[in-house]
């Protein structure tokens, strides 16, 4: 009781001086400016970004100035080249804290001297006050998610030669970075495959008052950034690790937190213990959803940079030896195979996940509180009356689910024949539609539909009316695909065919040549006895858990690397 007393009373105190040093002007997204370069770009030139300056401040250090239209001004940015220069790069999106800058990772965090020996490109781009989110300050919208997730790819596309493929792009922070890191993650889990968080706060409805102050630090009201927490708590949930965290399956996930205190000292960093806390919760979500993951919850440390500094070189060395692990694993692998596997025309497999790709029409889900969005080649768009969490389920080339109300349109990747028809199959809580379709020149069906129907709101709010904004968010509307009867059994008939012509080969063959049938068969034998079992010993199951949040069933699984420091 007492905590909660000091908590309440902190935090009131902090936003008050917090609003006051916004009504003065002094707060850090002020004071960082770029008056320097001159007036801000207006008309044409705002609506596209470009590097307006670029400096060299070491060997492997690069300073950048650039014009980012989703803030409508300037920001810095700077990139550490890789300490292994390659031909192509793999790149690590490196995030700052609330109250630091772009430039505290290299001046503060001994970023340079610890990426010495890492192939990795750097990039360490600015974050403002560190909300990480969209935060409306007076008539302007700082657009945060797209400035990092979609305006720095495009500058890193056309400045440095780098990979984009998914298990060459990385997501680290401390602190609020942290969390921007987890939350980029879990919005597009199709681009990256590792996110690490240093002393995080992973979910946001237990930390409201840190979030609160974090947004007016940026020059927001209170309680603007993802409104209020009880009545607009699908904002909250979408813009959260927690809540998201079924996105997160297949990503390698890296979570440490200090515990407050230092052996030598009684004193106790609040801050730092909240955040271990919060590491605890969000690791026994992902124990409780079955996602792999490490947690480090260290004896001691505080919030500050010689826990951070710590953090990021155990996290190196950890891909260090993950990247030695897959690079010889692979060899050996090929060695053993010889590559056959591509040139017969086998499916191929996801690495992470151990079963069909997504990109070849493997199932999949996704949690988003976005009205549009795109994932794994499929494009959504929803047309709702209010903010709400979506759940696109069981996704795959027979069809797929969606949660929620308003209409949608769901345009799928060139997963099918052109040209072919395929029947439609819409079911809903409002009825049912069955219609055929043909894919088009690019293999693509396009769906429209209605979802569950919305209450109006209330005209009068109060306990008896409260229900009406979430009426409906939990029922599921079903799409199956499924080709033609005609085309089906033609197809059939022609696959029949063609099966008979090649028993007849085979025999003709196998009467030709009898005694090389047992010899490709112990061959057989022996490839499959001499498989490499590729597994990570440390995955421990310890049975079926009920999750916390939307209801999701899976097992205990959780991945433990020894510290590497």
Same mark, same amino acid.
């Given at each position: ?7 309440a009373v902190g935090a009131r ?200 102050? *974090?947004?007016? !630090?940026? =020059? ?6 993802? %409104?209020?927490? +009880?009545? @607009? #708590? ?98 050996? *692998?090929?060695? !053993?195979? =010889? ?6 025309? %086998?499916?191929? +497999?996801? @690495? #992470? ?7 070849d029409g493997g199932e999949f ?201």
């Open positions: 009781m007492r905590r909660s007393i000091l908590f105190a902090i936003r008050s001086l917090t609003a006051a040093r916004s009504h003065r002007g002094r707060f850090p997204t002020l004071d960082q400016n770029s008056s320097f370069l001159g007036p801000e770009p207006r008309g044409k030139d705002a609506r596209k970004w470009y590097i307006r300056d670029k400096r060299k401040l070491s060997n492997r250090l690069r300073e950048f100035f650039i014009y980012s239209p989703a803030l409508g001004r300037t920001v810095g940015v700077r990139v550490l080249l890789p300490g292994i220069p390659q031909e192509v790069s793999p790149v690590i999106h490196l995030y700052h804290g609330g109250g630091d800058d772009f430039r505290s990772w290299t001046d503060f965090g001994s970023a340079e001297e610890i990426t010495l020996d890492s192939p990795y490109l750097v990039v360490m781009p600015d974050a403002g006050a560190g909300t990480y989110s969209r935060v409306a300050v007076g008539s302007e919208v700082h657009d945060w998610p797209t400035f990092h997730t979609k305006e720095i790819p495009n500058f890193l596309r056309k400045t440095f030669s780098v990979d984009f493929a998914p298990e060459n792009q990385l997501l680290a922070g401390l602190s609020m970075g942290g969390y921007g890191a987890m939350k980029y993650a879990a919005w597009h889990p199709d681009r990256y495959s590792w996110a690490a968080a240093f002393s995080s706060p992973l979910d946001p409805l237990s930390a409201i008052p840190a979030f609160d102050i *974090i947004a007016m !630090r940026e =020059g927001a009201k209170s309680m603007t950034l993802f %409104g209020d927490p +009880v009545t @607009d #708590r699908s904002e909250w949930i979408a813009n959260s690790p927690y809540g998201l965290a079924e996105n997160l399956h297949g990503l390698n996930l890296w979570l440490s937190a200090g515990s407050g205190n230092l052996e030598e000292s009684k004193d106790r960093d609040l801050l730092e213990s909240m955040v271990n806390q919060q590491g605890e919760r969000f690791s026994a979500r992902l124990n409780s959803l079955g996602i792999r993951h490490s947690w480090f919850p260290r004896t001691t440390g505080l919030h500050n940079w010689n826990s951070w500094e710590r953090e990021l070189g155990a996290w190196l060395k950890t891909l260090r030896r993950q990247r030695d692990y897959a690079s010889s694993d692979h060899r050996s *692998i090929e060695r !053993r195979s =010889g590559g056959d596997d591509d040139r017969r025309g %086998g499916p191929r +497999v996801d @690495d #992470r996940r151990g079963c069909p790709r997504v990109a889900s996704y949690l988003t509180g976005h009205a549009l969005f795109d994932i794994h080649g499929w494009r959504v768009e929803i047309s709702r009356r209010r903010a709400q969490v979506v759940c696109f389920g069981s996704v795959s080339t027979a069809g797929f689910s969606l949660t929620g109300t308003g209409s949608f349109r769901v345009r799928t990747p060139g997963l099918y024949e052109p040209g072919r028809r395929y029947d439609i199959s819409v079911t809903g809580p409002i009825g049912s539609n069955d219609y055929p379709q043909r894919a088009d020149k690019k293999g693509r069906l396009t769906f429209t539909g209605r979802l569950a129907a919305a209450m109006h709101d209330p005209i009068i709010p109060g306990k008896r009316t409260q229900h009406f904004t979430t009426v409906g968010q939990s029922e599921v509307t079903t799409v199956r695909i499924a080709s033609t009867p005609d085309e089906s059994s033609a197809s059939a008939r022609a696959i029949d065919s063609d099966t008979a012509a090649r028993a007849i080969d085979s025999d003709t063959s196998a009467r030709a040549a009898p005694a090389d049938v047992p010899l490709r068969a112990a061959r057989s034998a022996e490839d499959a006895e001499d498989t490499t079992d590729v597994s990570e010993s440390a995955h421990v199951d310890d049975g079926s858990q009920t999750p916390t949040v939307f209801g999701y069933k899976g097992h205990n699984i959780v991945t433990v690397f020894p510290p590497s420091d």
